[in-house]
């Protein structure tokens, strides 16, 4: 398949609400190329999740997946990857916890969000059958993002204090738990 540009903040297409998928629509090769050129384009850029807007589609769909490896997140676990269509999510545990983020579409950035620590979503797969998980700690965060760009929001969106904001150079240098300094 193809690696595809990625879009970045100020493009219109990022602050939409994307459109659902039809069970169809879901199982149609269309979809499943989408799936792949996200794959594709995710490994590149070494993304640990992408959304189809991301790379232009304003549809409902989301990767995520943290390699064991990840160097760009360090303090994760190893997630297996996920296909989430049409996702809703609930809030299981407000308790707000907070990491550094970036985003292939902010890139060279990364800031200080908080977000609830336990969510459960609901979605359907690549097959078009529900599936629900229950996510806590980087996870959690991991997929909130994700499925933010599905409904038009950007992480730098829910950052409360603009000093948490900065340059990834200057976050290694000044900011970054021990963890990163392996990373470049
Ligand atoms: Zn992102």
Same mark, same amino acid.
């Given at each position: 398949m193809?690696v595809?540009k990625v &879009?970045?903040? #100020?493009? =219109?297409?990022l602050?939409? $609400?994307a459109t659902?998928? %039809?069970?169809?629509e879901?199982?149609?090769p269309?979809t499943?190329?989408?799936?792949? *050129?996200m794959? *594709?384009?995710?490994? &590149?850029?070494?993304?640990? #999740?992408i959304?189809a807007?991301q ?6 769909i @989301?990767?995520? #997946?943290?390699?064991a490896d990840s ?10 990857l996920? &296909?989430?269509?049409n996702p809703?999510?609930?809030v299981i *545990?407000e308790? /707000? ?7 292939l579409?902010?890139p060279g950035?990364?800031?200080?969000v908080?977000? /609830?620590k336990k ?7 690549l %097959?078009?059958?529900k599936e629900?998980?229950v $996510?806590?700690?980087? %996870? @959690? ?6 499925l933010?760009? $599905?409904? #038009? ?6 950052i409360k204090d603009?000093?948490?904001?900065m ?8 900011? @970054? =738990?021990e963890?990163?300094?392996?990373e470049?």
């Open positions: 193809a595809k &879009v970045r903040m #100020g493009h =219109p297409v602050r939409e $609400l659902p998928l %039809s069970k169809e879901i199982l149609s269309e499943k190329n989408l799936v792949q *050129d794959l *594709d384009t995710m490994e &590149v850029e070494e993304g640990i #999740g959304a807007p790379i232009g589609v304003s549809k409902q @989301a990767l995520v #997946g943290v390699p160097e760009r997140y360090p303090e994760t676990e190893e997630t297996p996920y &296909v989430v269509i809703t999510i609930k *545990d308790t /707000p916890q907070g990491f550094w983020e970036g985003c579409s902010v950035l990364r800031g200080y908080e977000r /609830p969510v459960q979503v609901d979605f359907l797969n %097959s078009g059958e629900s998980l $996510l806590e700690g980087f %996870s @959690a965060t991991v997929f909130q993002h994700e933010d760009h $599905l409904f #038009g929001k950007l992480y730098v969106d829910h603009s000093k948490e904001l340059y990834t150079e200057e976050f290694m240098e000044f900011h @970054a =738990p963890e990163y300094e392996d470049e």
